[in-house]
């Protein structure tokens, strides 16, 4: 578009090209000057403030391409787990949790996170059975959620019941199963009695050295002292506060839980256990386990019975709260997920456009200032106000196109790369939702560029169109 | 906006009672074709006061003059004098606080803002002491600056432009790789990119060597002999020398002329 082939030729070559003749042959292409090539030979005139403004652009894309592409991911992600979770979910009474009745479930207090993000707290129905190493098997398992409480800025905890088959065991993203290894990160332990207790992995190297998982064990009195965090009190590591528990001799455990996450200190017991054999926290130390927050995700439960039976587990519970989660709750919550992450969408969206913005007014501002007299020369050749911000307007919307397009690529490749990743954190698992780069997003995030550069240039042109050109050329 | 490159035979030039005169007669017999055949610049009574804080400074006090068509026209005065001002009013780049300026038949103090501009790309052309070339343009660039807007810059003038001054070689040099002299015909170039048929020059030759400067005076005094008219602030004795008729300036008042 511009003029620019010979402009790294030697002057003396150069006009002895031309003078021979060749200047009769200039390239009517090269030199198609317009406001176009004016703003494309100003933002090349002056890399650093051109990368710099660039650069600002591209990283504010770039961060608005990886919120809007996770938070869509994980959007879809989810829904689709609210889906499958209230279409799947076996009706489990709550006696098959209890171990005292004679069956093939036992239950499973199981501290976890629940996460807006963590689509597994929700997802997990079918999962590898890895109880005997020799007979890994898929099948279901179910699980209630016993109470929730918000856990900072990271989501909710809750205790989930698990039913498990207590030959077999099970393993899910959490407490996962190395077969290579033949050894757990994580493992439900359970007896062939239906009772059931997991240890951190921690603390069974410290209690139980040289055991590997799977391994019958007899619990010895002077192993039999563990370790329980009350409920709703198993944080992250170094957070928790244990409570001593000393009635577990004789109890035969094989398996052993997760060595990566916050509960590596940490014993999970049976809820019924705990009520039946513990005495419900009845320990030398710790607070009773007084109360049970239930949380059934089945509309057909019989809250009633429910709470009877919760009732009954121990007679150390003295109050309970059941809720049941319905159909349109599962709705409510998927709606709800889907409002958070679109305000928070639209507030990273706010303060993208906003950094962008000033970075191009910023970036303007200087250029005017420094091209003043310039823009003086270029009133007084006869160029209207509306053209000087034309051209500022122009050059905005160059640099915030190269950022745009700089930052969309970048960013959409951290969301390939990211997505489905596992981020281990201390005493925090987080998988990150496949992010999608929607066409919404690119245009969307195309429409906030362009508005960045027209309200970056508002002001930056208001002042190059406002100068009087005498005024101007007689600065110094 | 009109515009007019006929050359004609310049009258004497008059200034003074003479130029109230002419002005008087353009504005109430000829009317305005007439008057752009006769005077390219009418000056008349025009005062030109800047605030400076609390101070006001005239620049320009009651001044009259007329300057013809066709003919190179020097101004000449001290620092302080009103040469720039008087350039930036007839140039409309500036209006006068009173008084009336009338170049090519319009008067420019009632023009609107927009008009004034419209007058400037395509009835002015500017040399600067300066040169105000843009650096990051081509030669060639620099000369289409002021059609920059246009829907199809004028490419071939452009390139006749720089044949013209000298410059046809080097079209693809920025301002950077060319000499003084150079940069000061790449600005004549750019003047005359409009076909004006009024060149201003603010003391176009003072940051130039003398031969350099010469080279300068006599592109203006080709330009001329077009029909084109050029008004030229300056110290330069060798300038005033050359001029058809000069006008000297002091304190905003005009205290002489010659030619």
Known sequence: M???ADRGRGGAGGAKAAGSGAAAKVDREQVGFGPYGYVLAQSRSNPIRTGATVATVAVSVAFLIIVASLSVGLSGGTEVALLDYKAGTPVLPISDFAPTREGRHVGLLAPTLLDPSDVNAVRIRSQEVVGDPARVSVSPYTELVLGRRPLGGLGFQALRLVGVDPAVGLATPHLSYDRSKGLALGRVLSSPDGAQVVLGYRLWQERFPGVQPGSRITLRPENASLYFAPVGQL?????????RIDALAGLELVGVLDRATETDLCAFVPLGYLANVTGAGATAAGPRCE??????????VDLDALARELVGLSPRITSYYVTATRPSDASGLREGLRSSIYGWLVIAAVVTVAAMVLGVSNTALLSVAQRRRE???LRALGLARREVLRLVTYEALFLVMMGWTIGFLSGHIVVSTMSGSHLQMEGIGLWLAPGRTVPSIAVGSLLAALLAALAGAALPGARAAGLEPAEALSGP | MSRSSKQEGGPAPRAGKGAEEASEGEAGQDGPGEARARHMIVLKQVTKTFRVGDREVHALRNLSLVIPRGVLAAVQGPSGSGKTTMLNLVGAMDVPTSGTVRVDGHDLQTLTDDSLTEFRRRNVGFVFQFFNLIPVLSAVENVLVP??????????????????VGLRDRWDHTPGRLSGGERQRLAVARALVSDPPLVLADEPTGNLDHETGRSILDLFEGIVREGKTVVVV??????????KVVFRLRDGVLVGEGG
């Open chain 1, 2 to 4: 511009l003029a620019r």
């Open chain 1, 375 to 377: 823009i003086g020369t």
């Open chain 2, 147 to 164: 059609t920059m807007f246009d829907p199809d810059p004028p490419l071939d003038r452009a390139l006749g432009l720089l044949e013209r």
């Open chain 1, 235 to 243: 944080r992250a590591r170094g957070e928790v506060t244990l409570t």
């Open chain 1, 291 to 300: 109360a049970v927050s239930v949380e059934v995700r089945d509309p057909g």
């Open chain 2, 234 to 243: 300056t110290h330069d004795q060798e300038v005033a020398r050359r001029a």
